[in-house]
């Protein structure tokens, strides 16, 4: 069964240093997202993008974070300067697009910064 | 805005014995319901959806839940848990959209299974 991956599963960081972390959503899938969950909080909702270009995100994006589908399979989430805040386990999650399709779930990037 | 509520952060409950887990959202309309279940390790696995009809939608591993629009709810219920199912549970709504559905959670049921 195809599944969505991403890596790395642990990533530990300096305060300030720039990180990417990857996906490689499902093949045949047009919509992708992250999400991320802190210890002991909810999965949150970051961004959503299709067709190339954000189509949704929350207010915890902000500047200090993009995406990018840079080769037509890879999805990338990068934290430009991360504060210790952004610790936590980020999700990529990718569905073929219609509302009623089931979001397929990696198993999380653990982000730890130090 | 929409928001979900899993009012137990732990369960325990014995091998073979029954279980239900609650939900409760609070959404305009009524929004696409969902259960996803994690074990440790894992992403993220959907057991079951609901988008209307049927009230009770039956999802993998003996998993069923229940919509009830008079209280808000998408309890979740297997009759006999196995070993296997201690894992963390979490509801999610999304908005009855056509395409590219933001899931928003609750904050998750962590289920323990005695022998």
């Known amino acids: 069964e195809p599944e969505v991956t991403q890596t790395p599963s642990h990533q530990v960081t300096q305060m300030g240093q720039e990180v990417i972390l990857r996906c490689v959503p499902i093949?045949?899938?047009?919509?992708f997202y992250w999400y991320r969950q802190i210890l002991g909080q909810k999965v949150e909702f970051l961004v959503s993008?299709?067709?190339?270009?954000?189509?949704?995100k929350s207010e915890i994006f902000d500047d200090q974070f993009s995406v990018e589908r840079p080769d037509g399979s890879n999805f990338t989430l990068k934290i430009r300067s991360t504060k210790l805040e952004d610790s936590a386990m980020y999700f990529c999650?990718?569905?073929?697009?219609?509302?009623?399709?089931?979001?397929?779930f990696g198993p999380g990037t653990r982000l730890t910064v130090l | 805005a929409q928001s979900v509520t899993q009012p137990d952060i732990h369960i325990t409950v014995s091998e073979g014995a029954s279980l239900e887990l609650r939900c409760n959202y609070s959404y305009g309309a009524t929004p696409y319901l969902f259960w996803y279940v994690q074990s440790p390790g894992q992403g993220l696995q959907l057991l079951l959806k609901y988008f209307s009809g049927d009230t009770l939608v039956q999802g993998i591993k003996g998993f069923e839940a229940e919509f009830k629009r008079s209280q808000s709810s998408f309890n979740l219920r297997k009759p006999s848990v196995h070993w296997s199912d201690a894992a963390e549970y979490f509801c999610a709504v999304a908005r009855p959209i056509t395409a590219g559905n933001k899931l928003t959670f609750g904050g998750g049921t962590r289920v323990l299974v005695k022998p």
């Open positions: 993008f299709y067709n190339n270009e954000i189509s949704e």
């Open positions: 093949s045949n899938h047009l919509y």
């Open positions: 999650a990718s569905t073929r697009g219609s509302g009623t399709d089931t979001q397929y």
